[in-house]
């Protein structure tokens, strides 16, 4: 079977899934980078040789093969690319095809009753929605706003990010986090207003006062980092706080590693959060809103992470400080973290379910996994969502 990805450019969230592609298919195996990496994303250490990766063409320097390529393979994903051109040519002839998305409408759903929104979704989703392309929702919100608009009828399904995999023995995972006394919180991520970064700061106040032992890992740069640094000053906070700027991937793993807690503050506007993966695979127990696009899919409230509503920051500080004043009650929600990633959400498994399923679409059949990436994914209004989570709705 010939499999063809194409989006904008392969990125460090991107090549655990491309090398296990590649593994199983070998030369049958292509990812199609249509343009040049952003200098902002180069600045942030996401900057890659892509000459050097065996798998990957260049559209912008070898136009003709690429479209060969995406015609001709048994199988097409096409995932963010700006070529809206290349997935028309290809999803007209009816051969099997994905698409990956984001959620459509970040900002309320109401955003649908546009008509020329709804013209550009027509053009780009709907009128495919009887041929054989299957739509791979990246986070939890995506299959509500696809099947709002009436696109993929019953071929919505889970998908997401899949970070570089760490694996620990038991062992290494008794000693990888400090036992003395102090408790180590890990925020990670640009500095921006989506994120939330001064929510770290204020929720450092309540821990402080309320005699808890801790320091927050920051990690990352941005607009809003003098602002962070200056509250965290004149709140006499310093001692508490280490910042590290601007952090490659493998150094945000070794922080992450020594952590207890991730906590992850970012709105509605965080299609996915790579960093909840990362968190999890490194043992940290989560306290992630609810949402962000990954943590319906990847947190089951109280098991193995926790969630609070709505971008509301006093249920996150409460939450926050029960979990820290009762480490003892809660220290093992990590390592049942750990196991989700080590166990379904990880490249190797999403690599053999794609495969599995890209088999079975090339047959004219659509089976869907029996859980994590490509299992079936639950259309739940976001309105609804953080209730649904706390019923254990998004799992079989």
């Known amino acids: 079977m010939t499999f063809t990805f194409v989006s904008n450019y392969i990125n460090h969230h991107q090549i655990p899934l491309a090398e296990a592609l590649y593994r199983e298919l070998k030369d049958d195996y292509t990812f199609i980078q249509t343009m040049p990496m952003e200098q902002e994303r180069v600045t942030m250490g996401w900057g890659l040789d892509v000459h050097s990766l065996p798998y990957v063409r260049c559209l912008y320097e070898e136009e003709g093969e690429c479209v060969r390529r995406i015609m001709e393979s048994d199988v097409v994903w096409f995932g963010w690319s700006e070529r ?51 739509m791979l929702c990246a986070g939890a919100y995506t299959a509500s706003d696809f099947h709002l608009i009436g696109a993929y009828p019953d071929k ?7 970070t570089p995999l760490r694996l620990y023995d038991d ?41 808890i032992r801790f320091c927050v890992h920051m990690l990352g740069g941005g607009e809003m980092e003098p602002e962070i640094r200056q509250d965290v000053e004149t709140s006499g906070l310093a001692a508490h706080f280490r910042f590290y700027g601007y952090t490659a991937p493998e150094q945000v793993r070794d922080v992450m590693e020594k952590c207890h807690i991730h906590l992850f503050t970012s709105n509605y506007l965080e299609g996915w959060g790579a960093v909840m993966n990362e968190g999890m695979n490194s043992g940290c127990v989560e306290v992630a809103n609810a949402q962000i696009g990954a943590a319906p899919y990847l947190i089951r409230h109280g098991i193995n992470g926790f969630v609070y509503p709505n971008d509301n920051y006093a249920k996150m500080e409460a939450l926050l400080l029960e979990i820290c004043k009762n480490w003892n009650k ?10 989700t990633i080590r166990d379904v959400w990880n490249a190797d498994v999403a690599a053999r379910n794609l495969l599995r399923f890209a088999e079975g679409l090339t047959e004219g059949r659509v089976i869907p996994a029996q859980t994590g990436p490509l299992s079936k994914a639950p259309v739940i209004s976001p309105r609804r969502m953080y209730r649904a989570m706390l019923a254990s709705q998004l799992w079989p």
């Open 84 to 134: 809206e051109d290349l997935a028309a040519r290809r999803l007209v002839t009816g051969r099997p095809t994905f698409r990956v998305s984001e959620r459509l409408y970040r900002e309320g759903q109401w955003k649908m009753i546009s008509p020329r929104g709804l013209a550009a979704k027509y053009r780009e989703h709907i009128r495919y929605r009887r041929q054989n392309v299957c």
């Open 156 to 162: 919505l399904f889970k998908w997401g990010y899949f």
């Open 171 to 211: 062992v290494q995972f008794a000693r990888m986090k400090p036992q003395d006394g102090t408790l180590h919180i890990v925020w990670a991520g640009r500095l921006i207003p989506l994120k939330h970064p001064e929510y770290a700061v204020r929720a450092a106040k309540a821990l402080r006062d309320a005699g």
């Open 330 to 339: 809660y220290s093992d929600i990590g390592r049942k973290a750990y196991e």
